[in-house]
């Protein structure tokens, strides 16, 4: 059975693509730092019959990227990764902590190539696989009070349409979506979006990228239709 790793599984959009994915037949390897919530992640697949493993761990830390993967590439074979953890500190520009850029950096940013660095090589070695990185139309557009937040994701444009260009040959698809702001707790102690309920559900969202996924590119915009 083919599994992909989805990272920031345990809630929001990484939670509904792993239950899509567990749906088509996949394994869904669930990671992100709450054993907890991945834990109900796993039963939650398992009661409709689908397979997970969860594994904690945090994606601001190399070592311990390096160290899981190695170890999950040992018992599984190892198709995708989803590369969705992502975290948002917002306002005016001057006012953002030092400790919060580094949070988004070291989260969106190094999180994002690291886990990618990690997966690609067996994806490699296998001769196919899927690349998926979770963007925001923050990387399309800059935003006000999302300054650092837009240059996170800027820099994962990037980072996703070069792989794309590497790889537009090779059975190895790579992905790019932008989706904007949803309805989770993507947003919880945060007075940058007053009511998120105008959002899509990120179940939503998961289903759209899912209709959509023979393209390169997927943009979904936040306002329902």
Do not use: C
């Not at 899509?20 to 939650?44: F, M, N």
């Not at 160290?67 to 006012?95: C, M, Q, T, W």
């Not at 580094?102 to 660095?117: A, D, P, Q, R």
């Amino acid at each position: 059975m083919k599994t992909i790793i989805v990272t920031g599984a345990g809630s929001g959009l990484g939670k509904e693509l792993s239950l899509l994915y567990s749906q088509q037949g996949y394994h869904v390897l669930l990671t992100g730092r709450s054993a907890d919530k991945l834990s109900a992640v796993k039963t939650e697949i398992e009661q409709v019959g689908g397979m997970s493993n969860y594994v904690v761990l945090d994606v601001q830390q190399e070592s311990d990227i390096l160290k899981k993967v190695e170890e999950l590439s040992k018992d599984h074979n190892i198709f995708g990764l989803i590369n969705n953890a992502g975290v948002g500190h917002f306002g005016p520009f001057v006012r953002i902590a030092q400790q919060e850029i580094s949070e988004m950096l070291h989260t969106n940013v190094f999180g994002t190539i690291l886990m990618t660095k990690a997966v690609l090589p067996l994806l490699q070695a296998q001769g196919e696989g899927l690349l998926m990185n979770i963007i925001s139309t923050a990387g399309l557009r800059g935003k006000v009070n999302e300054a650092v937040y837009a240059a996170s994701k800027f820099a994962v444009r990037g980072f996703t349409e070069s792989l794309q260009k590497e790889y537009e040959n090779s059975p190895i698809k790579v992905k790019a979506v932008y989706m904007g702001g949803m309805d989770t707790p993507f947003w919880e102690g945060s007075d940058h979006i007053a009511d998120s309920s105008h959002f899509r559900s990120a179940k939503e969202v998961a289903e759209m990228i899912l209709e959509q996924i023979d393209q390169n590119e997927i943009i979904i915009e936040s306002k329902k239709s």
